[in-house]
């Protein structure tokens, strides 16, 4: 008997979501998608803080199983589906992938999108004007950790060894949107590696599957 998809929770948009979306697509799993509003404070509701006691996204629900934060559902997903592994079987090659994961979701994360794609969010869609201040605050930090991911990462079509790593997948996430603004676009193309990965690995097709369609 199969198994029922896995369900995805959260909002289409979430750079967190996307992580797991790109999971799913590069180990070819179906699955069905709940939209959590986060702007009218859907995750903060009893039904959320259900699945995910923190009141954040993404949570995914499979085979009788809820699991919440990005990381524990990323390496989920590549242990339960069949398909490529998407952590090195090398320890050393492993470690650098975590390690540079840890430096996206902790030091890049909350700057690159919490405080310069976020004015740009806010300005669009909330009508409210953009906080300069926050951005220039924000870029010499941005600057400093793409320098440090700039020195993890491998020249090439990857960013850890010869296939796809959930170090791919988290960056993919977390930079698209990033590249998009005026600050994205005059930072990458300084950083010779990251940019050259960037070019292709945006052109892949598990990062055209999960465009955002706002």
């Not at 988290?170 to 930072?187: D, M, S, W, Y």
Request: charged share 20%; glycine share 6%; net charge positive.
């Amino acid at each position: 008997m199969p198994m029922a998809k896995p369900v995805l929770h959260g909002p289409i948009y979430s750079s967190h979501v996307r992580v797991v979306r790109l999971c799913l697509a590069e180990k070819n799993v179906a699955y069905e998608m709940q939209d959590v509003d986060l702007l009218r404070g859907a995750a903060r509701k009893p039904a959320h803080r259900k699945l995910h006691p923190f009141g954040k996204v993404p949570v995914l629900q499979h085979d009788g199983r809820t699991i919440y934060e990005t990381s524990a559902i990323a390496r989920y997903v590549d242990a339960a589906f069949p398909g490529p592994s998407l952590q090195p079987a090398d320890p050393a090659q492993a470690a650098r992938m975590n390690q540079i994961v840890a430096v996206l979701e902790t030091y890049l994360h909350p700057l690159m999108i919490g405080q310069v794609v976020m004015q740009y969010v806010r300005q669009r869609y909330m009508k409210k004007p953009i906080n300069r201040g926050a951005i220039q605050k924000a870029m010499p930090q941005i600057r400093d950790g793409l320098t440090a991911l700039e020195a993890l990462i491998d020249p090439g079509e990857f960013v850890v060894g010869k296939s796809v790593t959930l170090a791919d997948l988290f960056l993919g996430a977390f930079l698209a949107p990033f590249a998009q603004t005026p600050e994205g676009k005059r930072t990458l193309p300084k950083f010779a590696k990251l940019n050259a990965w960037w070019d292709g690995f945006n052109a892949r097709r598990s990062m055209a599957a999960t465009v955002p369609q706002l």
